[in-house]
């Protein structure tokens, strides 16, 4: 089993900048990959940036390109996501999710945390 705990979260105004942490524990030696998730007031869940663990590959949705960055620390089990320009449309629950290695999907989540952005 893994364990995800997110961090960071809370209320921001609109430009300003929040950085939430993902830790892992557990049966984290599978993992694969790891992501950031959030969801919307009235909004379906929707990926917003995932970094793999080998190589480092980046994604990230349209929406959130050139403002937010997600990182990770392979030795603390640890994904950050840095979160610059907030807009009041990036309030949300942010969810972290990880992928194990022949997984097809996010398997694991964290509770989530919410990101608030007044305008």
């Known amino acids: 089993q893994v364990q995800l705990v997110e961090s960071g979260g809370g209320l921001v105004q609109a430009g300003g900048s929040v950085r939430l942490s993902c830790a892992a524990s557990g049966r984290t030696f599978g993992s694969y990959a790891m992501a950031w998730f959030r969801q919307g007031p009235g909004k379906e869940r929707e990926a917003v940036a995932t970094?793999?663990?080998?190589?480092?590959?980046?994604y990230y949705s349209d929406s959130v390109k050139g403002r937010f960055t997600i990182s990770g620390d392979n030795a603390k089990n640890t994904v950050y996501l840095q979160m610059n320009s907030l807009k009041p449309e990036d309030t949300a629950v942010y969810y972290c999710?990880?992928?194990?290695?022949?997984?097809?999907?996010?398997?694991?989540w964290g509770q989530g945390t919410q990101v608030t952005v007044s305008s």
């Open positions: 970094i793999t663990w080998s190589g480092g590959n980046t």
């Open positions: 999710a990880l992928r194990e290695s022949g997984s097809a999907w996010f398997g694991y």
